[in-house]
């Protein structure tokens, strides 16, 4: 009679079809260490708004606005214009003009280094785009403005060229919409980036006199010089949901009056409710407005300049 064999470890014993003891290879088993899952850099984005994971080619597909809650991404100067003109219509101006060190500003890096790195980061020379294209049927002199580049300030290049683009709407009779987002003046330019206020503020004023519109777009954020100047000089300001709008920022405003802040303060939402604000407009929606008030106001424009 034969001795039955033992099982080694990692193997156990089971009945054949005809009754005798066989050996079987135990499964190994699964470690109690959970694999951390690897996301690609890229592929996903956090919404800030409501936590949800966003695929970054369905945000794009949405404008970058969170299909949750509505959360409004930041976005750059050229993905807005591809938006809102017509394919193929937009002729850029000024599309060289470039910033100069005239005051030889020092501080932790070299003016004409930040923006040499600013310019290969984003593909721009300076913080806005101008130029001429159709938004619809309506021909449209068009400045849009990158946060991305310097946080959007307004120095003397960016003076230069919205100048510039106001002087051609006016001189075509076209409809100017400007959508801004900056934090402010270029402290690395001083004075000169002061200048641009009443720069821009002068040329929108001769604007006005030819009874030409100007729609001004505020968005996240929209603050300082630039507040102070044309962005809040339309005779029609439209802003999207939630941006901050303003001149200082909350806490020094705060500082300086030692007075408590109503609840959201400094939101486009606050000031539409005050009177600075004529409307709010999601993203999505912007391109179907400036066409419905840009035909309206140009019609208006018409009809007094055909009337007595």
Not at 80 to 106: G, H, K, P, W, Y
Not at 141 to 154: E, K
Not at 277 to 289: F, N
Request: glycine share 10%; hydrophobic share 40%.
């Amino acid at each position: 009679m034969s001795t039955p064999k033992m099982p080694r470890m990692g193997e156990g014993l089971a009945a054949g079809p005809s009754g005798d003891t066989i050996l079987l290879r135990k499964p190994k088993l699964a470690t109690n260490r959970a694999r951390k899952r690897e996301i690609p850099e890229g592929l996903w984005t956090k919404c800030p708004g409501c936590a949800t994971m966003l695929y970054d080619k369905e945000l794009d597909d949405h404008l970058k606005v969170c299909r949750h809650c509505g959360h409004h991404f930041p976005i750059s100067a050229r993905e807005r214009i591809n938006a809102l003109v017509e394919t193929c219509s937009f002729e850029e101006m000024d599309a060289t003009m470039t910033s100069v060190d005239a005051l030889q500003f020092t501080g932790v890096s070299p003016y004409p280094d930040k923006l040499a790195a600013y310019q290969k980061a984003t593909g721009l020379k300076d913080a806005v785009i101008t130029g001429i294209g159709r938004i619809g049927p309506v021909r449209t002199a068009l400045g849009v403005m990158d946060f991305g580049f310097l946080g959007g300030s307004m120095g003397a290049v960016v003076g230069e060229k919205l100048a510039r683009l106001i002087e051609a709407a006016t001189d075509r009779g076209l409809l100017l919409v400007i959508i801004s987002t900056s934090g402010g003046a270029r402290m690395y330019e001083g004075m000169f980036s002061l200048m641009q206020m009443a720069k821009t503020s002068a040329a929108l004023a001769y604007h006005a006199r030819q009874r030409l519109p100007y729609i001004s777009v505020l968005t996240h954020p929209t603050t300082a010089g630039v507040m102070a100047s044309f962005a809040s000089l339309g005779d029609l300001i439209m802003a999207e949901p939630g941006a901050m709008v303003g001149f200082a920022g909350p806490r020094v405003i705060k500082d300086t009056t030692q007075a408590e802040l109503p609840p959201g303060f400094q939101t486009a939402e606050f000031l539409q409710e005050h009177g600075l604000v004529d409307a709010i407009v999601p993203r999505k929606q912007l391109k179907e407005r400036l066409i419905t008030y840009g035909g309206y106001v140009l019609a208006g424009q018409a009809s007094r300049r055909d009337g007595p």
